[in-house]
């Protein structure tokens, strides 16, 4: 207690796991000991012999942070055909037993030399390798985007660290991988991911420092890079999410200590998708600024729409905080919520207040309020699917919502709408279809008849703007997508605010091809087997590719150097970057 016998406040400190773990998955083994990881010979007998003056790093350790990771593909191996993967965590999995128990808390690790003999047990490396793993596992009514012939993290895998192509030679590039648990991927919105994400940089830093001892070097001399091919639509996008502070407190923490440390991320592939707006005071309407929101029929998904009011003074948060909301379903009467007067303690920062969404008698959805992280209020509208498998629950109607805001203290300052994206269609149960803001004023072509890829006017929804809701943070590489062929953005490649500098926070930093041309979208990389191949369009097929090339900068000692763009591309594409090595 303070002298005067008043509460000393607390920082906002806190987590939250909003998917609780399988039993099976628990490691009660767990006891923090040393990894003990042990080297592959021909490394470092490499290692070894290399000139001390050589140019460039003796090794990089790239990591990939994915889901369906594929990871004793031949391509993840060396010259010799042993695996450069020195380490994989399968979060999702069962916990481990006999030699692999006690390493990790939850799931299970495999190690450089388990992968060689699992994959000796398994010559054809497919469903049976991964289902002996633990990352597949066929008949228990869990799905694993494992049993498909394509994966997002193959993709990324290759993308990031396979077989080199072209000049140069990927033996020195050790693999670590962290597999997310299918459970939480399919949730587009990001709920409950970030534990798993925060537990997965721990691991990879920690790993990191483990194989540079086990290679005889220190920190200082193996370069990591990390790539992490996720995002969401919402949030507010300006790095002070919990998962972002976090990760930027800890990329900051191991460069002080002389680790180099570069984390790529997508900027987003929703571009042209219309989850983004703007209400200003001056479009206010009797005091309502409205957003038109249009739900779709069979859709099996909630839907989430997010209304951010701009940053308040943490001292007098009341004067930003909204009073009404108003919410108008398709063929039913408005509803209208009088917001409480909501107020910060020394030991609540973020109050909450979440109120039932009726219409037509029946319970639909949910609105809340809360001032996130103390310092800026957020309006949520979540309705329930507008179909489901079960009968007699409650469906949200489809079709055009209107949501209004009051605009009142607003003066000259912005609200963010953002819509969450829920239309992963890997999962085969999933069954999301994607909302949108239908605006009228925009203008969705242009003169030639392609998408529009600037603002219209004074159109509420807005391209620019819109980004991953998890790269928004200092410490981030930003990577937009670019067509191959023409050197211009993607045209769903996000770009963050217009007129951003690069490598700011919320900025594209750079980009990589995302396709090939404007006739052959997407990228190609390996599958799940060795014979398998796969197209993926998107900008998480960028990031890797960066990703890859500042690791062969790092094995050349040839660092990234910044050109500067054509003007037409600056605002999408960032500030590329090129270097001598090609691989």
């Keep these: 207690a303070a002298p005067d016998g008043a509460a000393t406040p607390q920082p906002d400190y806190g987590y939250r796991l909003n998917a609780p773990l399988r039993r099976a998955s628990h490691d009660p083994a767990f006891a923090d000991a040393d990894a003990a990881l042990t080297p592959d010979p021909a490394t470092r007998s490499r290692i070894e012999a290399r000139d001390p003056n050589a140019a ?33 965590w399968l979060q999702g999995a069962d916990a481990g037993v006999g030699a692999q128990a006690g390493r990790v808390l939850f799931g299970r690790e495999w190690r450089r030399a388990e992968i060689a003999d699992l994959a ?47 000049a140069g030679s990927a033996d020195d590039l050790r693999v670590i991988g962290v597999d997310l648990p299918p459970a939480e991927v399919i949730d587009t919105t990001g709920f409950g991911l970030a534990a798993y994400v925060l537990a997965a940089f721990h691991y990879v830093f920690r790993r990191a420092d483990e194989i540079a001892a086990a290679y005889g070097l220190t920190r200082a001399d193996v370069p990591l890079v990390v790539n992490l091919s996720f995002g969401v639509s919402g949030g507010p996008q300006d790095g002070k999410s919990r998962l972002e502070e976090a990760l930027a407190h800890m990329i900051a923490a191991r460069r002080a200590l002389g680790g180099e ?73 408005p509803v209208e919520f009088a917001l409480p007067a909501l107020a910060p303690t020394p030991q609540t920062s973020a109050p909450l207040w979440v109120e039932n969404l009726v219409v037509g008698g029946k319970i639909v959805g949910q609105v809340s309020l809360d001032l996130f992280r103390g310092y800026r209020w957020r309006v949520m509208v979540i309705l329930a699917p507008s179909q489901t498998r079960a009968a007699g629950l409650a469906v949200a109607p489809a079709g055009l919502w209107t949501v209004g805001v009051d605009v009142d203290g607003l003066g000259d300052g912005v609200i963010h709408c953002r819509i969450q994206r829920d239309n992963a269609m890997r999962h085969p149960w999933q069954g999301g279809l994607q909302s949108w803001f239908d605006d009228p004023r925009d203008r969705a072509f242009d003169a030639t008849g392609k998408p529009a890829q600037d603002d219209t006017g004074a159109a509420f929804v807005r391209r620019f703007g819109s980004f991953n809701g998890l ?9 937009a997508g670019s067509d191959a062929a023409t050197g211009r953005p993607a045209p769903y490649s996000c770009a963050g605010p217009l007129g951003l500098s690069p490598h ?80």
């Design 261 to 333: 440390t570069m984390v790529t991320m997508p900027s987003g592939n929703h571009f042209l998708a219309g989850l983004h707006g703007e209400l200003r005071g001056a479009e206010a309407q009797g005091g309502w600024a409205k957003a038109r929101w249009r739900v779709q029929p069979c859709d099996r998904t909630p839907n989430y729409l997010e209304i951010w009011r701009p940053a308040c003074a943490r001292e007098d948060a009341a004067a930003g905080r909204p009073a009404r909301l108003r919410v108008e379903p398709p063929g039913f009467p």
């Design 504 to 583: 700011l926070p919320g900025a594209v930093d750079t980009a990589m091809p995302s396709d090939d041309s404007p006739a052959l979208a997407g990228r190609r990389a390996m599958g799940v087997g060795p014979a398998a191949a796969s197209r993926w369009i998107g900008v998480s097929a960028a990031a890797p590719q960066f990703a890859r090339r500042a690791a062969f900068a790092f094995l050349a000692g040839t660092p990234l150097a910044p050109v500067l763009p054509a003007p037409q591309n600056a605002e999408r594409l960032g500030v590329p970057y090129a270097q001598s090595v090609v691989a």
């Design 120 to 166: 000796a047990r398994h010559p054809r490396r497919g469903a049976s390798l991964y289902e002996e793993a633990g990352s597949l596992a066929l008949g228990s009514g869990r799905w694993s985007p494992l049993a498909l012939g394509a994966t997002h993290g193959a993709m990324t895998l290759d993308l990031a660290a396979g077989a080199a192509r072209g």
């Design 471 to 479: 790269a928004a943070f200092d410490g981030a590489l930003v990577v």
């Design 56 to 88: 460039g790093a003796p090794l990089v350790v790239v990591a990939v942070i994915d889901d369906g990771l594929a990871f004793a593909h031949p391509r993840l191996t060396a010259a010799d055909g042993a695996p450069r993967v020195e380490c994989c």
